[in-house]
């Protein structure tokens, strides 16, 4: 396999609180564990939803595979920072095998300052979000990607961009 994650534990209690003991929670991964994905099946789990990203931290690969994708993308600096790491995962789940592991070797600590809460608070999410969807269309354009399940759900997450109007009247309450 090119890549292997786990599961990570998200870690309230650096703090040194009691209360922020009880916060502490191991999250997987939303995938089957300890099982083989080949391409592209991690990318359409990921875009339905049903595969959530594991953290930087969390991720072991070898350098040669870094490499021949390209790294991470220099597109995705400053506030767009925030999906840099769904933009490099979307290349290795398109491109290579990937064994999702039951263990848990990592701790991903949770604040109130980081980089991305801070963003969402903000209100970036959405443009950064529309940044990521067009920069994935461009990479799966150049990548000849012709699976209709990616290019479906790829159409349906621009959707609320391209008719912002018609998505508002139909969001839900």
């Known amino acids: 396999v090119a890549m292997?994650?786990?599961?990570?534990?998200?870690?309230?209690?650096?703090?040194?609180n009691l209360e922020d003991v009880r916060r502490d929670f191991v999250r997987e991964p939303c995938v089957r564990l300890n099982t083989i994905y080949k391409?592209?099946?991690?990318?359409?789990?990921?875009l339905l939803g049903k595969a959530a990203a594991p953290p930087p931290s969390d991720l072991l690969l070898r350098r040669?595979?870094?490499?021949?994708l390209g790294g991470f993308e220099e597109a995705f600096s400053g506030?767009?920072?925030?999906?840099?790491?769904?933009?490099?995962?979307?290349?290795v789940y398109?491109?290579?095998?990937?064994?999702?592991?039951?263990?848990?070797?990592?701790?991903?600590?949770?604040?109130?300052n980081s980089f991305c809460a801070v963003q969402t608070r903000a209100?970036?999410?959405?443009?950064?979000?529309?940044f990521?969807?067009?920069?994935?269309?461009?990479?799966?354009?150049q990548q000849h990607v012709t699976d209709h399940r990616i290019w479906r759900r790829v159409r349906r997450m621009l959707w609320p961009y391209?008719?912002?109007l018609l998505a508002r009247l139909l969001r839900p309450g």
Request: charged content about 20%; aromatic content about 16%.
């Open 64 to 68: 040669e595979i870094i490499l021949g």
């Open 79 to 91: 506030s767009y920072g925030m999906y840099e790491d769904q933009a490099f995962l979307a290349k």
């Open 123 to 130: 209100g970036r999410e959405p443009s950064i979000r529309l």
């Open 4 to 16: 292997v994650f786990g599961c990570t534990q998200y870690w309230h209690s650096w703090t040194g």
């Open 94 to 112: 398109l491109n290579t095998t990937v064994f999702a592991a039951k263990e848990c070797w990592d701790r991903y600590r949770l604040h109130p």
């Open 39 to 46: 391409p592209p099946d991690l990318l359409v789990l990921s």
């Open 162 to 164: 391209r008719h912002p």
């Open 132 to 141: 990521y969807l067009k920069w994935l269309s461009r990479y799966l354009v």
